[in-house]
């Protein structure tokens, strides 16, 4: 059995496999934005003591494997990802200041407990990029 984190009244292991997207599902996340995008959320997870044991981002949407302490639920940890990453994607890396309007996440996510096929789940996202590249040739 893995090795459970633990909290002053709790043992535990509560892992999520979450898929977002940005609005418009624009190609900005990928090329020169990826690695200062991923760099963000890495950030803004340590901020809540939550970990990335595995991530990856696609052109148009984001894989996250996280690992959430149960004092967070998972759509507040949704919500604060995407809310101060938009922020911090506008004012770092597109410069603007303007922060009314649009916006850099999309209403819609996708979550998934992990459970204990975390190996498996962390596979699939490595080659999600790989399957999708493979998809879009059965309709070209």
Do not use: N
């Not at 934005?33 to 052109?59: T, W, Y």
């Not at 759509?75 to 922020?87: D, E, P, R």
């Not at 911090?88 to 204990?116: C, N, Q, Y």
């Amino acid at each position: 059995m893995e090795k459970c984190e633990s909290m002053s009244h709790v043992r535990w292991e509560c892992k999520s496999h979450i898929v977002f997207m940005p609005k418009y599902r624009r190609t900005v996340i990928y090329g020169k934005l990826r690695g200062a995008i991923g760099r963000i959320l890495r950030e803004l997870c340590e901020q809540k003591g939550v970990e990335i044991p595995e991530g990856h981002a696609m052109p148009d949407h984001i894989h996250l494997c996280v690992k959430i302490p149960p004092k967070y639920a998972v759509s507040y940890v949704i919500g604060f990802l995407k809310g101060k990453s938009a922020v911090r994607i506008h004012r770092e890396l597109l410069k603007e200041r303007r922060m009314t309007g649009p916006h850099f996440g999309a209403a819609g996510d996708w979550v998934s407990t992990v459970g204990r096929d975390e190996a498996t789940v962390r596979r699939d996202i490595r080659k999600q990029e790989h399957w999708d590249q493979g998809q879009g040739q059965l309709f070209d």
